[in-house]
């Protein structure tokens, strides 16, 4: 399967806890995007990579929020002390690089994402 | 109020139906215009996207865009029971490089055999 994976596709833990997640975008894509979606909503954008560099990040990402792509391949997403409102759908993507000087497509390919549940 | 307006519904019509999904927005910088499709439990699909106002038809479907109302729409034609699904419109802005989407909330849509 070539396309984007994430693991672990379920976490439940207890409040107070830290949990990491982790991101294997597409093969020679070289821009990863974390998104956040709770229940019968949309995802919301949370970060976004360009190789190793995270040139983007949302209001929605707390202190107790990071996210590193170290050799611009996968990248983890760890949430310390965890709330019960971090339980949520914590989706990431991935797009191939843009042509230089044009504004982008930019599709991006969604992986099946890690379900948090905070007890 | 958000950004991305869309009727959650949920919706259910029977085989063989138009269906007729529908988002509103607020944001003028918005560049791209997609459609997504969520089955349960996993990742959301691109279906379409569209970047100026007007029609793109892809087989079954077609996505309108007007810019003007800030009003874009989803047509599922002879809808069969495996589009059943939650459907996102999402918006893009430029970011660093990127676009980052912006979602609406999601109808979810049941079709009977």
């Known amino acids: 399967d070539t396309g984007v994976s994430q693991n672990p596709r379920h976490k439940i833990t207890k409040r107070g806890q830290n949990v990491t997640f982790r991101c294997d975008p597409i093969s020679e894509h070289n821009r990863l995007y974390w998104y956040r979606q709770t229940l019968g909503q949309g995802p919301e954008f949370l970060t976004y990579f360009q190789n190793e560099a995270q040139l983007e990040k949302s209001r929605l990402l707390s202190d107790r929020f990071s996210a590193e792509r170290p050799k611009g391949s996968f990248s983890t997403l760890e949430i310390q002390r965890t709330e019960q409102g971090d339980s949520a759908m914590y989706l990431c993507?991935?797009?191939?690089?843009?042509?230089?000087?044009?504004?982008?497509?930019?599709?991006?390919?969604f992986g099946p994402g890690t379900r948090l549940t905070v007890l | 109020q958000k950004e991305v307006e869309q009727d959650p519904g949920p919706l259910s019509v029977p085989e063989g139906a138009i269906v007729s999904l529908n988002c509103t927005y607020s944001n003028s910088a918005f560049q791209y215009f997609m459609w997504y499709r969520q089955y349960s439990r996993k990742g959301p699909e691109l279906l379409m996207y569209t970047y100026s106002s007007g029609n793109k038809e892809d087989g079954r479907f077609t996505a309108q865009v007007d810019k003007s109302s800030k009003y874009i729409s989803l047509f599922i034609r002879d809808s069969q029971p495996s589009d059943s699904a939650t459907y996102l419109c999402a918006m893009s802005v430029r970011i660093q490089g990127a676009q980052k989407l912006v979602f609406g909330q999601g109808t979810r849509l049941t079709i009977n055999p």
């Open positions: 993507a991935s797009s191939p690089p843009g042509l230089a000087g044009a504004t982008p497509t930019d599709t991006q390919y």
